[in-house]
């Protein structure tokens, strides 16, 4: 029960957060004409695939958190344990890269350069996210496991073996 009260607050929270960058997304085509770039007709079946594998990441990240760590993507509800399975066993920040696909698949999916250029930004402002908050609040929650896991997983790589 506990577990399905914790999923139920990922799905609120992972739904809205997504809603939100699509809307922001949506907002910004506007600029589309300032570009004067039209991307071709075919982009839109590459954007399918990129939004199908950005969203069956970001589903995994999201399932792992609740299952193995017992909270939710949300820094007001995070993990309870520390998670170095599933995606996270082969890079630091699979939800972001997951979602930076999903991001850039919309984008050529609506065919606009603007998304695109908003995808960009959205990965300059998560990395600075990652390096400033994340992964100092991480350190001091979880410690010597945490400084392990960051010397054998890379932050934006993924690699399919860890350093021994």
Known sequence: ??????????????????LLWFWVALGVRAFD??????????????????????????IACVGTFVVRGHGTPAPFDPPRQFVAVGPYKYVRNPMYIGAMILLVGFGLYQRSISILCLAL??????????????EPNLRSRFGAEYEEYCRSVSRWIPTTSRPS
């Open 121 to 134: 930004a959205w990965l300059l402002l998560v990395h600075l996210l990652v390096v400033f908050y994340e």
């Open 33 to 58: 004409l300032t570009f004067g770039i039209q991307l071709p007709g075919w982009m839109r079946g590459v954007g399918n695939i990129l939004m199908a594998m950005g969203g069956a990441v970001v």
């Open 1 to 18: 029960m506990r577990n399905l009260l914790v999923a139920l607050r990922a799905a609120i929270f992972d739904a809205a957060f997504l």
